[in-house]
């Protein structure tokens, strides 16, 4: 068997063509294999219909970024197709399976070492009397075959998914996919068969699904939240979970009052969340200052979409960084970190409760579209050695109790133990303003510059406690560097491992970002490229801001929704842009 064998699908339709329900069936069959993989969805910014398409890369080993480079595409309709030229890029012998009615072949399908295979999908559905609805099992089927995979993998997948429903409707999903399965009548369509040495059923999670499962495990109870493009799913995943553990969800009118919700749930000693996207954290801006004020824990995950405003909804982007970071009136702390695939949501969303509990502060996670909505096939995750989150609660309570005491800035690094409602004498008063220690409105201004030196203060331990989140990927004995965060940090990986001058340094948090750790990794590197998908170069300013590069480092970015291919950095240095 070879090492690291891998194959690339797409799936391209519209609306009722069930591409993504046959690409997540195609995903979960091959994690029952043993199998790894990753699914990733493109749509246009349409509320139901249009085009749509699934690019999936499966592999004998952990698979880090779908490859535009397609051994097999399924395309109902070419006209669906030319939308997606940008994303896929048949290969030499590539087999199209296309609709049997098309006719005008575009130009990306006309390579003559490509089998275009035409299939009379409504025909087939037609000819053996079943529904339009079975077309996504049916293809399902067809593609089974062409990728030489068992059938019986295909019908347990089947049956798992409709075990809810009745016989019947098992029975007859599963002679759409025989059907399917049974259509292609070549035995070798020239894709080389995966083959394992051991199967293994692993999981299956979007990072917006993992998000929500790990939060949970890490103590989560609450979470309040509005429905905004990609997170979305986050705020479906946690109305199945919480309920199983005593939690409460609400969907609150917008994101501003979802936040206050999860501030009052806080304030209560409940561990609380919410997420949006770059319009929604834009609302929420005030409130993250009122929780670092008076110093309440809440959870914010920023599934960043593409743009400003309202953007691209459906696209990829790493454009709210700074907003995380410096975003907010006044002065006051906040944790940022940012989770590099869907298995590292776990970690990150562990991190991310540690962090607000026990230093008492707004954490904001900055996931993507890249990141939110793909699906990825991982290998479980042991979380007992995450990190526990914790809040610091009064041994005793008596008349003295002051929940913003300033004793804490020698004591506690700033951080003071938190008297919860119902707790016998800790009656305390809670204003955005800025207080006395005891909670009252103060507008005295030495009291101000007391208070700011307390909350900050935190930072100080947070920095140590969080020195060595950070991962070095690449030749340790490399010349050159590379700085790569968040969904761009896999390409990163897979392009150093075919560069051996260049490692890579990947940050897993960047607020406060862990210098000392990268001084080190760049105390003998020749030069620094920091490559990242905004248009301004966002992590490249910040780290040179607080005087981590200096003006040598080159930054590589760009926008366009699109999430970035290895090939996209070996163009950039190929043109000189890093050289």
Same mark, same amino acid.
């Given at each position: 068997?070879?090492?690291?064998?891998?194959?690339?699908?797409?799936?391209?339709?519209?609306?009722?063509?069930?591409?993504?329900?046959?690409?997540?069936?195609?995903?979960?069959?091959?994690?029952?294999?043993?199998?790894?993989?990753?699914?990733?969805?493109?749509?246009?910014?349409?509320?139901?219909?249009?085009?749509?398409?699934?690019?999936?890369?499966?592999?004998?080993?952990?698979?880090?970024?779908?490859?535009?480079?397609?051994?097999?595409?399924?395309?109902?309709?070419?006209?669906?197709?030319?939308?997606?030229?940008?994303?896929?890029?048949?290969?030499?012998?590539?087999?199209?399976?296309?609709?049997?009615?098309?006719?005008?072949?575009?130009?990306?399908?006309?390579?003559?070492?490509?089998?275009?295979?035409?299939?009379?999908?409504?025909?087939?559905?037609?000819?053996?009397?079943?529904?339009?609805?079975?077309?996504?099992?049916?293809?399902?089927?067809?593609?089974?075959?062409?990728?030489?995979?068992?059938?019986?993998?295909?019908?347990?997948?089947?049956?798992?998914?409709?075990?809810?429903?009745?016989?019947?409707?098992?029975?007859?999903?599963?002679?759409?996919?025989?059907?399917?399965?049974?259509?292609?009548?070549?035995?070798? =369509?020239?894709? +080389?068969? #995966?083959?394992?040495?051991?199967?293994?059923?692993? !999981? %299956?999670?979007?990072?917006?699904?993992?998000? &929500?499962?790990?939060?949970?495990?890490?103590?989560?109870?609450?979470?309040?939240?509005?429905?905004?493009?990609?997170?979305?799913?986050?705020?479906?995943?946690?109305?199945?979970?919480?309920?199983?553990?005593?939690?409460?969800?609400?969907?609150?009118?917008?994101?501003?009052?979802?936040?206050?919700?999860?501030?009052?749930?806080?304030?209560?000693?409940?561990?609380?969340?919410?997420?949006?996207?770059?319009?929604?954290?834009? =609302?929420?801006? +005030?409130? #993250?200052?009122?929780?670092?004020?008076?110093?309440? !824990? %809440?959870?914010?995950?920023?599934?960043?979409? &593409?743009?400003?405003?309202?953007?691209?909804?459906?696209?990829?982007?790493?454009?709210?960084?700074?907003?995380?970071?410096?975003?907010?009136?006044?002065?006051?702390?906040?944790?940022?970190?940012?989770?590099?695939?869907?298995?590292?949501?776990?970690?990150?969303?562990?991190?991310?409760?540690?962090?607000?509990?026990?230093?008492?502060?707004?954490?904001?996670?900055?996931?993507?579209?890249?990141?939110?909505?793909?699906?990825?096939?991982?290998?479980?995750?042991?979380?007992?050695?995450?990190?526990?989150?914790?809040?610091?609660?009064?041994?005793?309570?008596?008349?003295?109790?002051?929940?913003?005491?300033?004793?804490?800035?020698?004591?506690?690094?700033?951080?003071?133990?938190?008297?919860?409602?119902?707790?016998?004498?800790?009656?305390?008063?809670?204003?955005?303003?800025?207080?006395?220690?005891?909670?009252?409105?103060?507008?005295?201004?030495?009291?101000?510059?007391?208070?700011?030196?307390?909350?900050?203060?935190?930072?100080?331990?947070?920095?140590?406690?969080?020195?060595?989140?950070?991962?070095?990927?690449?030749?340790?004995?490399?010349?050159?560097?590379?700085?790569?965060?968040?969904?761009?940090?896999?390409?990163?990986?897979?392009?150093?491992?075919?560069?051996?001058?260049?490692?890579?340094?990947?940050?897993?948090?960047?607020?406060?970002?862990?210098?000392?750790?990268?001084?080190?990794?760049?105390?003998?590197?020749?030069?620094?490229?920091?490559?990242?998908?905004?248009?301004?170069?966002?992590?490249?300013?910040?780290?040179?801001?607080?005087?981590?590069?200096?003006?040598?480092?080159?930054?590589?970015?760009?926008?366009?929704?699109?999430?970035?291919?290895?090939?996209?950095?070996?163009?950039?240095?190929?043109?000189?842009?890093?050289?």
């Amino acid at each position: 068997m070879k090492n690291n064998q891998s194959l690339n699908i797409s799936l391209i339709g519209s609306g009722g063509d069930g591409v993504m329900s046959s690409a997540s069936m195609l995903l979960k069959t091959a994690a029952q294999m043993g199998l790894y993989g990753m699914m990733m969805q493109s749509y246009g910014p349409q509320i139901r219909g249009g085009e749509a398409a699934a690019h999936i890369t499966l592999g004998t080993e952990p698979v880090r970024t779908v490859d535009k480079i397609k051994d097999l595409i399924v395309c109902f309709r070419f006209s669906d197709a030319v939308r997606f030229e940008k994303e896929i890029q048949p290969k030499k012998g590539c087999i199209i399976l296309y609709g049997a009615e098309e006719k005008d072949i575009p130009k990306i399908f006309r390579d003559n070492s490509q089998q275009q295979i035409p299939i009379a999908f409504n025909e087939i559905l037609e000819k053996n009397e079943l529904p339009e609805i079975a077309k996504n099992i049916l293809v399902f089927g067809i593609i089974l075959k062409a990728l030489e995979m068992d059938l019986e993998h295909g019908k347990k997948c089947v049956q798992d998914i409709f075990a809810h429903k009745t016989v019947a409707t098992v029975s007859s999903n599963l002679r759409a996919l025989e059907i399917g399965y049974h259509y292609l009548q070549k035995d070798d =369509l020239g894709i +080389e068969k #995966l083959l394992i040495e051991q199967e293994m059923v692993r !999981p %299956v999670f979007t990072g917006n699904e993992a998000s &929500a499962h790990a939060a949970v495990a890490a103590g989560c109870r609450f979470y309040a939240g509005y429905p905004i493009t990609p997170s979305s799913e986050i705020l479906e995943t946690m109305y199945e979970l919480l309920p199983k553990v005593g939690g409460r969800l609400i969907q609150a009118e917008d994101e501003i009052a979802a936040l206050g919700m999860v501030i009052g749930a806080s304030f209560g000693g409940i561990p609380a969340m919410t997420a949006t996207s770059g319009p929604g954290l834009s =609302l929420m801006t +005030e409130l #993250l200052g009122l929780s670092s004020m008076v110093e309440i !824990p %809440v959870v914010v995950v920023d599934c960043q979409r &593409a743009g400003p405003a309202t953007g691209l909804p459906s696209r990829t982007e790493q454009s709210d960084l700074w907003h995380a970071i410096y975003g907010g009136h006044g002065d006051f702390p906040r944790v940022v970190l940012a989770p590099t695939d869907v298995r590292d949501c776990y970690r990150t969303l562990f991190r991310a409760f540690h962090c607000a509990e026990n230093f008492q502060l707004p954490v904001i996670v900055l996931s993507d579209a890249n990141i939110a909505q793909r699906s990825e096939v991982i290998d479980p995750v042991d979380t007992s050695h995450f990190p526990v989150a914790k809040r610091l609660l009064p041994e005793r309570i008596d008349e003295n109790y002051k929940r913003f005491n300033l004793e804490a800035l020698s004591d506690q690094n700033g951080i003071n133990a938190t008297a919860l409602p119902g707790m016998s004498g800790g009656m305390h008063c809670i204003a955005g303003i800025e207080h006395t220690e005891k909670g009252s409105p103060s507008a005295d201004g030495d009291l101000h510059e007391e208070m700011n030196l307390k909350r900050f203060k935190k930072m100080e331990l947070l920095k140590e406690t969080t020195a060595d989140w950070f991962h070095i990927y690449g030749n340790l004995k490399a010349t050159h560097a590379l700085i790569a965060w968040g969904s761009s940090a896999g390409v990163a990986r897979e392009w150093v491992l075919e560069n051996p001058d260049y490692a890579v340094f990947i940050p897993e948090i960047l607020h406060p970002f862990p210098q000392k750790g990268l001084k080190n990794f760049l105390a003998e590197k020749k030069s620094v490229v920091v490559w990242e998908m905004n248009f301004q170069g966002q992590l490249c300013h910040h780290l040179k801001a607080i005087g981590v590069l200096d003006e040598k480092a080159i930054q590589i970015s760009r926008s366009g929704g699109l999430p970035f291919q290895t090939e996209n950095l070996s163009r950039s240095f190929n043109q000189g842009e890093a050289l």
